[in-house]
């Protein structure tokens, strides 16, 4: 037996050897470029809903300032002397008092 035909023997097994690393090789890269894009799409869709919540409280925020707006002007219109003068004359029949009414304290 020479060199050659034991190549010739053991060249089978080695051809099924290469393609099964070739086969294994191709499954190996397929499923990191599976996990690669997968990552990828979960990435962009968890944006995504960060967006939509960033979006959300924006919108409450403008609400909410717009609330505290209106809250400082019902504010201001309450605490204005007119009003209160108004309501103690008008509902609790509250007059100025008179000169001699006035009694200063020292």
Same mark, same amino acid.
């Given at each position: 037996?020479?060199?050659?035909?034991?190549?010739?023997?053991? $060249?089978?097994? @080695?051809? !099924? #050897?290469?393609?099964?690393?070739?086969?294994?090789?191709?499954?190996?890269?397929?499923?990191? =470029?599976?996990?690669?894009?997968?990552?990828?799409?979960?990435?962009?869709?968890?944006?995504?809903?960060?967006?939509?919540?960033?979006? $959300?409280?924006? @919108?409450? !925020? #403008?609400?909410?300032?717009?609330?505290?707006?209106?809250?400082?002007?019902?504010?201001?219109? =309450?605490?204005?002397?007119?009003?209160?003068?108004?309501?103690?004359?008008?509902?609790?029949?509250?007059?100025?008092?008179?000169?001699?009414?006035?009694?200063?304290? !020292?």
């Amino acid at each position: 037996m020479s060199i050659a035909d034991v190549l010739k023997q053991n $060249a089978p097994d @080695s051809e !099924k #050897e290469i393609a099964a690393l070739h086969y294994s090789s191709f499954l190996f890269v397929t499923f990191v =470029l599976m996990a690669v894009a997968l990552i990828y799409v979960w990435s962009h869709i968890h944006m995504t809903e960060l967006e939509y919540q960033i979006a $959300a409280e924006t @919108s409450r !925020k #403008e609400q909410l300032l717009e609330e505290q707006r209106k809250l400082k002007v019902e504010y201001a219109t =309450l605490k204005s002397p007119q009003r209160i003068e108004a309501i103690a004359r008008e509902n609790l029949q509250m007059i100025y008092p008179e000169r001699d009414q006035v009694i200063l304290v !020292k």
